[in-house]
T-cell receptor, first 118, second 109 residues
Framework: GAVVSQHPSWVICKSGTSVKIECRSLDFQATTMFWYRQFPKQSLMLMATSNEGSKATYEQGVEKDKFLINHASLTLSTLTVTSAHPEDSSFYIC??????????????FGPGTRLLVL | GQNIDQPTEMTATEGAIVQINCTYQTSGFNGLFWYQQHAGEAPTFLSYNVLDGLEEKGRFSSFLSRSKGYSYLLLKELQMKDSASYLCAVRDSNYQLIWGAGTKLIIKP
């Protein structure tokens, strides 16, 4: 099956610093990737849709200047949390849309990145 | 508005069968997905339905009725490792995934 990796898996940082999270599709090209955030015991919340070679589409209420998304290649999207604050502490999960023909363009998820801002 | 409804929590016994229902109201329909999410981990893909009927994959089956806006995930021969949240998601006419809140399944010995 399709494999999506995320790096790092854990980040602990001080308030005010920036954190970059990488999402890679390892065995397929993904023109579209998605970034989610999940707080404990809550459902997934879509933050933004990342399209290769173009600007990301952000969901309502998500600050585009705080959560910078770059989808520079067909296998890599990055999410940068700028000037992180404790309320940004969460589980960040990316997913990549597989090409058509594989379950109808299924989204495959990376393992997630836990961010703890002190 | 668009919404996906599924029970918040269900309990079942090891070795038994459980059915998790999902009803949806979305603007358009381009497929329904079931994902499994263990606590503290990312979701993993279980099944995809776009036509009416039953799709079987080992111990797991998923059913879809588009006219009723209804799907279920059937888990047979339950094992303790099946304890997880099960997420129903529908792809709408804009090809966006609309997520349900998930059903937490508790398996008891």
């Amino acid at each position: 099956g399709a494999v999506v990796s995320q790096h790092p898996s854990w980040v602990i940082c001080k308030s005010g610093t920036s954190v970059k999270i990488e999402c890679r599709s390892l065995d397929f090209q993904a023109t579209t990737m998605f970034w989610y955030r999940q707080f404990p015991k809550q459902s997934l919340m879509l933050m933004a849709t990342s399209n290769e070679g173009s600007k990301a589409t952000y969901e309502q209420g998500v600050e585009k200047d705080k959560f910078l998304i770059n989808h520079a290649s067909l296998t890599l999207s990055t999410l940068t949390v700028t000037s992180a604050h404790p309320e940004d502490s969460s589980f960040y999960i990316c997913s990549a849309r597989s090409p058509a023909g594989d379950g109808g363009e299924t989204q495959y998820f990376g393992p997630g990145t836990r961010l703890l801002v002190l | 508005g668009q919404n996906i409804d599924q029970p918040t929590e269900m309990t079942a016994t090891e070795g038994a069968i459980v059915q998790i229902n999902c009803t949806y109201q979305t603007s358009g329909f381009n497929g329904l997905f079931w994902y499994q999410q263990h606590a503290g981990e990312a979701p993993t893909f279980l099944s995809y339905n776009v036509l009416d009927g039953l799709e079987e994959k080992g111990r797991f089956s998923s059913f879809l009725s588009r006219s009723k806006g209804y799907s279920y995930l059937l888990l047979k021969e339950l094992q303790m490792k099946d304890s997880a949240s099960y997420l129903c998601a529908v792809r709408d006419s804009n090809y966006q995934l609309i997520w349900g809140a998930g059903t937490k399944l508790i398996i008891k010995p």
